[in-house]
T-cell receptor, first 107, second 112 residues
């Protein structure tokens, strides 16, 4: 069993839909990242959070430390949101990554 | 440009050859990380530095792999006697303690 599990693995949506990606982890952590990876490999950090909720534009990330669970929400999805979204947790001084959720948003 | 840079972006080599990759972190970042990512998987931690000190190495890092950060600035990752299983994207990232991590564009290695 992976230490960081994401669901779903693949997700398709119509433009405008509300999207949720879930992440569960089994290790004790100090913080959690949500990352976005586009084709070609570049990774961008969307959020780093250790409690509560953060919002940036149409993106919202929440974390429940007691339940070891985090969610990434995308409101009013757009085709440019199509990418792989990766959850990663800080385990002492290194990141442990989930396998990612591939999102495709169609016009 | 103040982002993390990596060179080369792509490398094709024959099995048994040695390869070296370079990472230039964001200048004020004292922590530098190397990860490996194979197709369809999330990245996996390889090693990290705080300034010039290599503080942790993954069990994934066999004896054929060595990483250095001699002056606490740029870092190199060398793979000796490459094998086909080394084919992957090698990612570098940097940060200051407690802050978010910034990733480079990666070096894609193909071992024939």
């Amino acid at each position: 069993k992976n230490e960081v599990e994401q669901s779903p693995q693949n997700l398709t949506a119509q433009e405008g839909e509300f999207i949720t990606i879930n992440c569960s982890y089994s290790v004790g952590i100090s913080a959690l990242h949500w990352l976005q990876q586009h084709p070609g490999g570049g990774i961008v950090s969307l959020f780093m959070l250790s409690s509560g909720k953060k919002k940036h534009g149409r993106l919202i990330a929440t974390i429940n430390i007691q339940e070891k669970h985090s969610s990434l929400h995308i409101t009013a999805s757009h085709p440019r949101d199509s990418a792989v979204y990766i959850c990663a947790v800080w385990d002492t001084d290194k990141l442990i990554f989930g396998t990612g959720t591939r999102l495709q948003v169609f016009p | 440009d103040t982002g993390v840079s990596q060179n080369p972006r792509h490398k094709i080599t024959k099995r048994g050859q040695n390869v070296t990759f370079r990472c230039d972190p964001i200048s004020e970042h004292n922590r530098l990380y190397w990860y490996r990512q194979t197709l369809g998987q999330g990245p996996e931690f390889l090693t990290y530095f705080q300034n010039e000190a290599q503080l942790e190495k993954s069990r994934l890092l066999s004896d054929r792999f060595s990483a250095e950060r001699p002056k606490g600035s740029f870092s190199t990752l060398e793979i000796q006697r490459t094998e086909q299983g080394d084919s992957a994207m090698y990612l570098c990232a940097s940060r200051t303690m407690g802050e978010t991590q910034y990733f480079g564009p990666g070096t894609r290695l193909l071992v024939l």
